[in-house]
């Protein structure tokens, strides 16, 4: 099963941290590689009360010396399914806290690996299923791209620690509340999901759109990415064009035949004019501008997609882009 180590917008928050230590265009290769393993990260079987110690080696394959910041890290599931590790000042809850794992500052020379011990506990209490978290391994400082638009690069690398409880697979969707947006001028619409069940899943989510006369405006079907145990996110559709003022409903049915689990919702949504567009903001076509409404739920990563449309305005898109493929070609990813 597919776990993408980073989300866009866990990326994006990264970019604007304070301070610069490496010198701009310094190339930051650093690996975190668990040990005893048989895959790419952790994975293991173990009952309530049970511990184990683990090992990881942290290396830097750079061209310069680097301080590391390493540490545990919740992982939530992001927009349309996949693996998104918390940054490094969030808190730690749930899983994470399963781990003896303390943030650590490591200043590692050219070429220099040092192994780190942890261990993992499992609380007496814990029921069966599935449970993740991960550890993070990044540059301590962040560099300034040398590019037009000045960004502050934090170079991240996850590695999952999958903890399995034996007992009963409890499979289970939720559909909750939709949202309206607008990302570059056109129409996305989130509804939001749950999975309030022990296992992670894959689900389909199947989407049709009607305004209020009933007439079909967009249907699509979404394959999501894993859908994490005990979290919930937002199935996301963008859509052609900008909507019109009125009401729309959302029917939305989500159906994962590997674990034999089916859910299906129906929310709504008033999409409202804005004030008159001034002169040369004609939108054309009949279509109007929007003011987000959502009267039964919100989206968790709307700001991730304002921090987007900010950057395309802003001209650093380009950027960007660079910045999230360098990260994806030194993270890991941990296959079913």
Not at 44 to 61: F, H, K, M, Q, Y
Not at 108 to 129: C, H, I, M, N, Q
């Amino acid at each position: 099963m597919p776990l993408a180590i980073l989300a866009l917008s866990s990326v994006l928050l990264a970019l604007l941290a304070p301070g610069v230590a490496l010198a701009a265009g310094t190339p930051i290769k650093l690996a975190l590689q668990p040990i005893g393993q048989t895959g790419s990260f952790f994975d293991l079987t173990l009952r309530p009360g049970e511990a184990r110690t683990l090992s990881v080696e942290i290396s830097n394959a750079g061209t310069a010396a680097i301080a590391a910041r390493t540490y545990a890290s919740d992982v939530y599931t992001i927009v349309n399914g996949g693996f998104g590790a918390r940054l490094r000042d969030e808190p730690q809850a749930g899983v994470s806290r399963w781990l003896d794992y303390p943030t650590n500052v490591l200043d590692l020379s050219v070429g220099e690996a040092v192994r780190r011990t942890f261990r993992v506990a499992v609380p007496k209490d814990a029921g069966p299923g599935e449970y993740i978290t991960s550890l993070v391994l990044e540059n301590d400082d962040p560099i300034r791209d040398g590019g037009a638009i000045a960004l502050d690069q934090i170079v991240r690398q996850a590695v999952a620690v999958v903890i399995t409880v034996p007992g009963k697979r409890s499979p289970a969707l939720a559909i909750g509340g939709a949202t309206h947006m607008v990302v570059a001028g056109k129409s996305v619409v989130a509804i939001a999901v749950e999975n309030p069940g022990n296992v992670r899943l894959r689900p389909v989510a199947t989407f049709t759109l009607r305004n209020a006369a009933g007439v079909q405006v967009s249907q699509a079907t979404v394959p999501m990415d894993t859908f994490y145990a005990h979290t919930g996110t937002s199935i996301e559709v963008p859509l052609d064009a900008l909507l019109v003022p009125g009401t729309y409903s959302v029917r939305l049915s989500l159906d994962d035949a590997r674990q034999g689990v089916h859910a299906d919702g129906t929310a709504s949504f008033v999409v409202a004019a804005s004030p008159a567009v001034v002169a040369g903001g004609d939108v054309g076509s009949g279509l109007t501008p929007v003011i987000h409404s959502a009267p039964t739920g919100t989206s968790t990563l709307a700001i991730g997609f304002a921090v987007i449309a900010l950057g395309l305005a802003l001209g650093a898109l380009a950027g960007i882009v660079a910045v999230v493929l360098r990260r994806r070609r030194w993270t890991r990813t941990p296959e079913r």
